[in-house]
């Protein structure tokens, strides 16, 4: 078996084994040493459309990767000490909001669920400090008709990142210990909402 053999074989093989794979950092990389491995054989093998082609995918998996990596590390500093909330981190998307932008309104039909990574935010028109990594948006996901019980607005420059619907109602399905989670925390802030309402009475 010749050398170009050999490199077409194991891209094909690095390839079938990242399509496989579920959780995304394991996926990304093996992706890139794909993508590796078949610009070699393209190369050698004098296959110029297959050698554009990976040429054009190595960095799309490469930047991708890096922002998981980078969003991984940041909640790791935040020390917010939730394995599910790791199990998010891989499917998240993250962005800068300026002050004043509405992440959405009460009433508003729920689509994401929000890991606030710096910024502060108004909660229902109240001034929430964000010291530590916080969801929101959950809530509204688990509410009668998918709607958001309350508002959320920036009241500073905040990153976030974002995860859908459908991507959390997934990992439920793979874990059903990110239902108990969720579960959890919805419960925790139906008690403390109580307990505001209770002090002020």
Known sequence: MIAVDIFGLLAGALGLTASSLKTMIPLRSLAIASNMAFIVYGVMADAFPITVLHLALLPVNA?????????TRKV????????????????MRMRKLPAGAILFNEGDCA?????????????????VLVETVQLVGEMGIFAPGSKHPYSVECESEVTLASINDDKIWELIHQKPESGAYFLRLIMSRVAYRDQLAENFR
Not at 63 to 71: A, K, T
Not at 76 to 91: E, F, M, N, R, W
Not at 111 to 127: D, F, Q, S
């Open 76 to 91: 790791k500093q935040a020390s917010i000490g939730k394995s599910c909330v790791d199990t998010l981190v891989p499917y």
């Open 111 to 127: 689509k994401e669920v929000h890991l606030i990574l710096e910024g502060c935010i108004l909660i229902a028109g109240e001034k």
């Open 63 to 71: 930047i991708r990767l890096n922002q998981i990596l980078s969003l």
